[in-house]
């Protein structure tokens, strides 16, 4: 077989440090959920939606072939660093966890996963940042540490 071929979904979630809410106003959370479909469209991966709330981002995208997860991310957290930091002063100590969370998803639940990311804000009226991954971390049964998961 001369082609590779390969359609990996998967849900990226990471939080501002500290969960610090840079991005209560909505106009500038919606533009950088636009910017990074546009680093995911430059790494050659499909954004499916980017959303999330005022200390949090959430991806669903299909995975180049040729990419992993970690570089993905690295790639997006650095931009949009950067790319936050020109945006207003008052970011000019901007700065994402170290750390995130992804979780595949199989094909009957790309829907499903697209409305809650797209729901973000009014899930979060009830639910913490730190509730919500908890909930991810054991749904999908990853061990972590309390103490090493929030920079």
Not at 120 to 148: I, K, M
Request: charged share 25%; with cysteine; proline share 3%.
């Amino acid at each position: 077989m001369a082609q590779s071929l390969a359609e990996i979904v998967i849900h990226i979630i990471f939080s501002t440090k500290d969960r610090t809410p840079y991005f209560r106003d909505r106009a500038l959370r919606d533009e950088l959920h636009h910017f990074l479909g546009g680093v995911l469209k430059n790494f050659d991966c499909s954004s499916l939606i980017v959303g999330g709330a005022a200390d949090h981002v959430h991806v669903l995208c299909i995975l180049a072939r040729t990419r992993g997860p970690a570089s993905v991310v690295k790639e997006i957290k650095r931009s949009s660093s950067i790319w936050l930091k020109t945006k207003d002063p008052e970011l000019q100590d901007f700065a994402w966890q170290a750390g995130y969370g992804a979780f595949s998803v199989g094909h009957s639940q790309i829907e499903p996963v697209r409305k809650y990311i797209a729901e973000q804000e009014e899930h979060h009226r009830n639910v913490s940042f730190q509730e919500e991954y908890r909930q991810f971390l054991n749904r999908h049964e990853v061990a972590f540490d309390e103490r090493y998961v929030w920079d």
